[in-house]
């Protein structure tokens, strides 16, 4: 997983390059030029040598452009693919729950009420961030779940320690045990960081995926139905249980009063196979 997400990375980056001679240059087949004729005493027009040799090699870069988009497309789908068998089922903690918030009996659902609920005070409640975690942290192996934030305006999705800050301001970044992504004002995306990096998304998800690898310190976000990457943190160091985290976002004057639907998974991971991770 890890080789192909760094692949992919490569292929991204020469693709937006705008250096057309680095850009041929990073292919080795292309480096190693075949035996010629000597040519030293044939003289042609530079202003024509210049014009054929710019149009060829536009031609050669707009074909290997599109080489390396089918390149990443293929790389992405076998990601997207591969995860698959890493289902697992996630119900939330009513214990780490804002008072805001109310959760469905199932515990697959969450959304923001008007009012807070009296609820008693728990260091591991949130307050007043209004999120929510899952009941069961994992501290090895992989998984995934999916989310559905159709009809919000607002949302955050991630993964968090154990021992993350639950109480006053909180700072969703890395540094302080939180790996997310968010939705600001209905049309913008982050990833969440110190510096919140802005992620292009052409259309607006529907259903996130968050895959998490722990021992490759990996953590991706897609969006389920266009099989698109959305976004990824590379070569993190996770030391303790990590936990889904969610947050469905104020009411927004109730905009944003739809729900985050955890959906179901056709085959989660047996329950022996995520024990000694979840122990």
Known sequence: MTALTRRRDEMEELSRSKDRLRFLQSFPSLNAAPPTKDWTDVSICPAIYEGITRTALVKAVDELTETIKNEVKMIR???FNNIRQNAVDVTLDPNTAHPALILSNDGKQVHCDYEWKELPDSSKRFEPAISVLRTRGFSCGRLYYDVQVKGKTGWTLGVAKGSVNRKGEIKLNPENGYWAICLRDRNEYFAL???????????HPEKVRVFVDYEEG??????VNAAVLLHSYTGQTFTEKLYPFFSPGSSDSGTNTAPLIITPVKQALPLTSMASCEA
């Open 77 to 79: 789908d076998a990601q």
């Open 193 to 203: 960081a110190a510096d919140p990096v802005p992620l292009s998304v052409n259309d």
């Open 218 to 223: 990996l953590v991706s976000f897609y969006d």
